[in-house]
């Protein structure tokens, strides 16, 4: 069965950093690429990150380029999304995601697993 279980969300002061961890069980997905999306009470599940398959490649919504940095360690199965100078406006459920397909990076449906999600609360 596969399992993708995010961790370190929580509840930290405008400015201030969180690093998500996502760890996937049940099968290697170090051949695909893997993302974070989120989504903040009362919007549409938006996209944030995505890394490609061995880390060449990262893409990034305009609204977190520059703060948040993508990365992944295959041996663990693990992504990573390390935020910094957070804002309030980021705060959200974030999910990890893994892409099977060969579809845009940026669109949600074509994401095959996800996670359950962890809260990211920031406050001004």
């Known amino acids: 069965q596969v399992q993708l279980v995010e961790s370190g969300g929580g509840l930290v002061q405008a400015g201030g950093s969180l690093r998500l961890s996502c760890a996937a069980s049940g099968r290697t997905f170090s051949g695909y690429t893997m993302a974070w999306f989120r989504q903040a009470p009362g919007k549409e599940r938006e996209f944030v990150a995505a890394?490609?398959?061995?880390?060449?490649?990262?893409y990034y919504a305009d609204s977190v380029k520059g703060r948040f940095t993508i990365s992944r360690d295959n041996a663990k199965n693990t992504v990573y999304l390390q935020m910094n100078s957070l804002k309030p406006e980021d705060t959200a459920v974030y999910y990890c995601?893994?892409?099977?397909?060969?579809?845009?990076?940026?669109?949600?449906?074509?994401?095959?697993?996800w996670g359950q999600g962890t809260q990211v609360t920031v406050s001004s």
């Open positions: 890394i490609n398959w061995n880390g060449g490649k990262t």
């Open positions: 995601a893994v892409k099977i397909s060969s579809g845009s990076f940026y669109d949600k449906s074509e994401y095959h697993y």
